[in-house]
């Protein structure tokens, strides 16, 4: 059994007859469908009890099922400040093939994903800002909107932080989410944005802003308008950042990427393209050709690997600065001498969505168009375990569930075929007798 980071096993426990009596007396227990992190290269679709805004039979009914087969409990009380948010469009993100491909241990059990918009549909007694019926989009972590970090804006270290889709709280790739300190965690959604470019506010839109802004940060001497920029990584976060490092008109704008139909995209957006995999010398000479033999003035990796973090160094001029927003599992590939060499300059870690939202939203309603490309295919979230494999072999660039159609934007062109995927719920809002994701 696990509480935060406690873990109790071999526990014998039978769950006792007058609950089970219980259970089977209630006449429609509310049950919704979820995929379930089960180990590395296995997820899949199970049925999970909707998340309550007080605790009940259904609650402990799921804490006792994970005590007997000694899974994770994830944080099923909910408290006077949290919401229950019916999903609406939820996505696959890069960072959760780490622990999908096993880089990154983890507990099994829970719920998948951190990228999601929906509706509020309850809400707790100590809720100010959010109503029943609000659009909403919520970042990845939790903040508390009280702490240290949380006042001075950085968000992404919140004292009582909890990242969606992790063995501490269950995430969004299901019909219903709860979302903990609501008030400092959720963002209403704005008019001036789209409903697909909604989603991309949860996570990757603002990641790749914050990787361009903190180079920026740390470049302050230089003029932008004659720098060298390079993103390494053109999934869908890197191809947010040359979005976000093109509003900047750098002298030059590189991509790396080893994926032609990523590169692809990446030119469409306004990088000068570099394939690491075909021609790893010649990347190297074009960016030193294009900088007088200098290097790169600021480096935004997104990859979140090794060799991808060691290309960012090497292709860095002294002095010059790497934004990396990639997460890493493994060890830094370069020596303190070799550091102490260039004099670089780091910056490392987690997006602070919450904060940095209002800035990277109103780049994102200038860029949402170019985006579009993201939201093209569909695929039911029912085929998850179907989703997170072309994720994982990048035949995707990326993977959509929406509550109306799920879309998997795929990085094949000519894959252009739709298909609906009904919501299973009526006008009324409550849940039919063909759900979403059957």
């Known amino acids: 059994m696990k509480f935060g980071c406690l873990r109790l096993t071999n526990f014998d426990y039978q769950v006792p007859p007058k609950l089970e009596q219980e259970r089977s007396a209630m006449s429609s227990p509310k049950l919704m469908k979820a995929v379930v992190f089960d180990g590395p290269y296995q997820v899949s679709v199970k049925e999970r009890p909707v ?8 609650i402990v009914w799921n804490v006792l099922r994970c005590i007997t087969e000694s899974l994770t409990i ?19 993100c890069g960072s959760e093939l780490h622990a999908y491909r096993g880089h990154q241990k983890s507990d099994t059990g ?78 209403k959604a704005p008019e001036t944005i789209s409903d697909r470019a909604l989603l991309l506010m949860a996570d990757i839109f603002p990641t790749g802003f914050f990787g361009v802004k903190s180079a920026l940060d740390l470049s302050r ?29 750098p002298q030059h704008l590189f991509a790396v ?27 190297r000479n074009q960016i030193l050709q294009a900088t007088d033999g200098r290097g790169a003035d600021m480096i935004v990796e997104v990859v979140g690997l090794s060799p991808a973090l060691r290309t960012a160094f090497e292709l860095v001029r002294p002095f010059g600065v790497i934004s990396s927003i990639g997460v890493h599992n493994a060890e830094i590939p370069w020596t303190g001498n070799e550091a102490y060499g260039k004099n670089i300059r780091l910056q490392m870690g987690r997006c602070p969505v919450r904060h940095i939202f209002p800035e990277a939203l109103k780049v994102l309603e200038q860029k ?25 072999k990048m035949k995707v660039q990326k993977v959509v569930h929406n509550g109306r159609v799920a879309v998997c934007c795929c990085q094949n062109n000519s894959l252009r075929s739709r298909i609906v995927v009904r919501d299973g719920v009526k006008d009324g809002g409550e849940l039919s007798e063909a759900p979403l994701l059957t």
Do not use: W
């Open 221 to 249: 001497t230089i003029d932008v308008t004659q720098s060298t920029i390079v993103v390494v990584g053109c999934g869908p976060v890197g191809l947010c950042a040359i979005a976000c490092a093109s509003d900047l008109n």
């Open 51 to 58: 998340p309550q805004s007080e605790l009940d039979c259904r």
């Open 110 to 187: 829970f719920i998948m994903g951190h990228e999601f918009t929906g509706i509020v549909c309850e809400t707790g007694a100590d809720v100010q800002t959010l109503q029943v019926g609000d659009k909403i989009v919520s970042p990845f972590t939790v903040s508390c909107g009280e702490c240290f970090y949380c006042k001075e804006g950085f968000t992404a270290r919140c004292e009582r932080s909890l990242l969606f889709g992790s063995p501490g709280l269950d995430g969004g790739q299901a019909e219903y989410v709860r979302v903990p300190y609501a008030d400092s965690t959720i963002v």
């Open 368 to 392: 949402q168009d170019q985006l579009e490309f993201m939201f093209d295919h569909v695929m039911p979230l029912a085929d998850a375990a179907n989703g997170y494999e072309l994720f994982d």
């Open 74 to 92: 994830p944080s099923l009380v909910l408290s006077s400040r949290d919401v229950i948010v019916k999903i609406e469009s939820t996505a696959l």
């Open 257 to 283: 990427d080893a994926v032609d139909s990523r590169l692809d995209v990446a030119r469409k957006l306004g990088a000068k393209t570099l394939n690491f995999k075909q021609d790893a010398e010649g990347m």
